[in-house]
């Protein structure tokens, strides 16, 4: 039997991957309302873009993905005049500007093909999407030697793919084409596509992600019809928004905190309740040992939904079936204390990198390599030396910041958070029942 169902459950309440746009993500975004009030009227009355910033995990994508789907509702509902329709999917920021702009075309493109019936219901002028549908999904033709162009972007070397031309399309004419269709079905003020351009920390300085979205503010940011979020972790994102090019263009960010400990026995209930398809499901991890989960992961809402997933797993589901709930808590929070002395066991180490994990974690899990000496470093060469072996056993992340030294560019991960637990507790390897072999 399906392991879910065996437990009363119709999917996994612990799912990690991204709330969709709809009315089941609205339900299980708990602990959001604020924020997403204030994306919802960023995206309806600024005129410029959004910005939104917080540490990885804590679940960005999901709040645009939510408001989204609330700005199209309220449009269907007659609450709102205003007619916003999200992009097929997030877009990754890429080092090559023209490439990104390529992406960022060819997802507008598939918008109006995936909202077409949507569009006409609203009596919004729609392109002539025949041609266009059998352009962008007749299969890839590979080409050797040469170049040629297509509507995204040419392509040259000894070999490439590239999408057919057969419609006849150049860049420049599928571009202009696309911000005319954007202009006709969306006025001023009457709405728009929203972009999402993800994870902006992927270019790791600062400078780097600035060019890039300067190259990209006419071709894509000054489109008619569109509104873009972007995501970036905190500094980053700031950084890009502050730049004098992009004044009037990106507003200033919005912090997004990990969701207050408050909130968490609410939103894991949420998700229970919400996949539950009985009142006699056996949640494998409740929300009381969610909360300590969440705790001990220093808030790292993805990573917490992960490690349920695996503790769930890594059990008989007889156990969940025949154990009282306290029971069941208790193993969770034993699995939980087991893979953090796991992780610790498994890390060489000199001493000095111990000692710098340790400090980092005391002072909130976040520097920026301006704090060597407060971390005991004569310069930020040799703490930098110790970061990385830190960063190759997964227990930070870090960017090579050039131009800001103040940045707290350098931020311990929920891996780094367990191995921290494990040393600060002094733990003794426990006895877990139910466990499946490895």
Partial sequence: MDFWLSLGFKGNPYVVKPLPGSEDGRELLVGRDVELRALLRRIRESDMHVVLEGPNGVGKTSLVSVATWVASEDFTRGRSQQLYLPLPEPLQVKEDAEEFVSSCYFGIARAFLEHEKTLKNAGRSVPRTKDLNLWLNSPVLRARGGGFNSPFGGLTGSAGIAANTSQGYTQAGFRSAVKRWLGDAFPDGSGGFVGLIDNLELIDVSSEAQRVMEEIRDPVLQLPGTRWVICGARGIARSVAATPRMNGVLSDPIDISPVPDSYIPQLI??????????????????????????????????????????????????????????????????????????????????????????????????????????LGFNDRTHMRKNVVDLERFGLVTSSREESDQRRRSIEMTSKGWLVYFSRSRGLVNPTIPGLLPD
């Fill in 269 to 374: 209930e949420a998700r229970l309740r919400h996949y539950s398809v009985g009142d006699s499901a056996s949640a494998p991890v409740s929300a009381k040992a969610f909360e300590h989960i969440y705790e001990v992961s220093h808030q790292n809402l993805r990573d917490s939904l992960s490690y349920s997933q695996d503790f769930s797993f890594g059990l008989e589901p007889e156990f969940f079936l025949e154990s009282a709930p306290d029971e069941i808590e208790s193993a969770a929070r034993e699995w939980l204390a087991s893979l953090a002395m796991k992780y610790e066991r498994d890390i060489r180490l000199q001493p000095r990198m111990w000692r710098l994990l340790d400090d980092l974690a005391g002072i909130g899990g976040a520097c920026s390599p301006g704090d060597h000496q407060d």
